[in-house]
């Protein structure tokens, strides 16, 4: 019974447009920017039909929200929750994060390169705290999960909150380290969409993140002072054999009709957005996918990257679950329970998925590397994408079902820092261009 969650950042805020260290200090408000994007927001998900909707009691938030819950065609009681409120950095608070770099420049240096470590200390009345805003960030995002989850289970819950919350409780749903804090970013009015199976102690599935398309933004902007690669990691589109949910692995199956559809439409998409190189899996279904993406860029020429095919199934190539199941009984339900235990018979493991995908990715990120800023188009499959955005977050294998990747989806990362940087994830399975709303509707058929 699926729990599905989405969380929404707040407009842009005063504080925004000045650069100034929000923290939970309440004097920020929406701008007329913020409002109207947050009425676009609000456009953005009126068709569906929540069974809450929760808010940070602080001002930007709930303005945010007030506005949304105007715009729902059937629209649910609005609750405030201070576990929704944004990451506590009182030494900072109402500082230009210019001022900020400068006072406290060790502090920030940590922050940027050690979240998890960075401490405050803050004077009470019995005497002095110590306080790491990250890691009690966390434990809230962790606390609300564990409130809030079993109360609406298999519902629809909206939660509007802020960059820092919403990064947070993002990764404790997906088992993702609180040193990897600044791998993912939030959007001004950014929409994320979460999955959860079974409650709040067990992984849940992202099944997209940080969708701006709705406020005018293809892709989420640039952060300031980017210097490094931007990589847009596409999914193919579908095959007849998506859409029968049969087993397909590294036999060359075709784009069907919609699949080519979906590779248009990912073409309209990414239209306008420079491309610079593009490398593709060997495969029919990636290469006609970004064949039909590139038909924009005509300047670009695709570099085959035999390593990012999909992953070997092996016998269970070619094959239906119920086939699967009576030639290799329990071996279905291992492979979702326990993906990094199954070793395909006659085929691979995610082990050795994850070692030459993620070797292929780190050549990409090496070869196209330089002194000015460049885009990458990345063609490959469901398992490959997954295990590579796994390395990205620093998951491990066997969080390989929390990524979702839809036929003809977009995903965006860059490496604000160039090569040796930490990756952000700036947007992932972006399927809005093929009009399905903000969720993702592609078929969820078998690798």
């Known amino acids: 019974m699926n ?11 005063s504080y925004n447009t000045e650069r100034r260290i929000q923290g939970r200090c309440d004097e920020s408000i929406l701008t007329e920017k913020g409002r109207v994007t947050a009425g676009q927001l609000g456009a953005a998900l009126g068709g569906i039909k929540f069974d809450a909707i929760y808010t940070s009691p602080l001002q930007r938030a709930k303005q945010t929200a007030e506005v949304i819950v105007s715009c729902l065609a059937t629209p649910a009681p609005l609750q405030a929750s ?10 900072w608070e109402k500082m230009l994060s210019s001022e900020v770099k400068e006072k406290f420049s060790e502090d920030y240096r940590c922050w940027q390169e050690r979240p998890h470590e960075l401490r405050m200390m803050i004077q009470e009345a019995e005497g002095v705290r110590e306080h790491f805003p990250v890691l009690s960030l966390y434990e809230q995002a962790r606390q609300f999960w564990q409130e809030i989850l079993p109360r609406h289970a298999g519902g629809t819950i909206l939660l509007v909150g802020h960059n820092g919350i919403n990064r947070a409780l993002i990764a404790n749903a997906i088992a993702m380290s609180p040193e990897r804090y600044h791998s993912i970013q939030q959007s001004n009015c950014g929409i994320s969409v979460l999955n959860f199976a079974d409650g709040w102690d067990k992984p849940a599935q992202l099944e997209s993140m940080n969708l701006t398309a709705h406020v005018g933004e293809t892709l989420p902007s640039f952060r300031p002072g980017h210097k490094g690669l931007r990589l847009l990691l596409v999914r193919h589109g579908e095959t007849e054999w998506n859409r029968q949910k049969r087993f397909q692995g590294q036999i060359d199956v075709p784009l069907n009709d919609n699949g080519r559809e979906q590779a248009e439409k990912a073409a309209q998409f990414l239209k306008d957005v420079p491309i610079d190189f593009a490398v593709s899996s060997p495969l029919l279904r990636p290469k006609e996918t970004a064949e039909i993406i590139l038909k924009y860029h005509p300047h670009v020429q695709i570099e085959l990257q035999p390593p990012l095919a999909e992953i070997s199934h092996g016998l269970w190539e070619g094959k239906f679950e119920e086939e699967i199941e009576l030639t290799y009984p329990g071996m279905l339900e291992q492979w979702r329970d326990s993906p990094q235990t199954v070793q395909m018979p006659e085929g691979e493991n995610l082990q050795q998925v994850w070692e030459r995908s993620v070797a292929a990715w780190q050549m990409a990120i090496a070869s196209y590397s330089g002194d000015q800023p460049k885009t990458g188009l990345v063609v490959a499959h469901d398992a490959t994408n997954k295990v590579l955005l796994c390395h990205i977050l620093g998951l491990k294998p066997e969080n390989f079902w929390s990524i979702k990747q839809g036929n003809g989806a977009v995903t965006v990362i860059d490496y604000p820092q160039g090569p040796d940087g930490m990756p952000v994830l700036q947007a992932m399975n972006i399927t809005t261009h093929l009009g399905g709303g903000v969720l993702d509707k592609t078929a969820a058929g078998a690798l």
């Open 3 to 13: 729990t599905r969650v989405i969380l929404v950042r707040h407009g842009q805020s």
């Open 82 to 91: 201070d576990k929704l409120m944004e990451i506590d950095l009182p030494a």
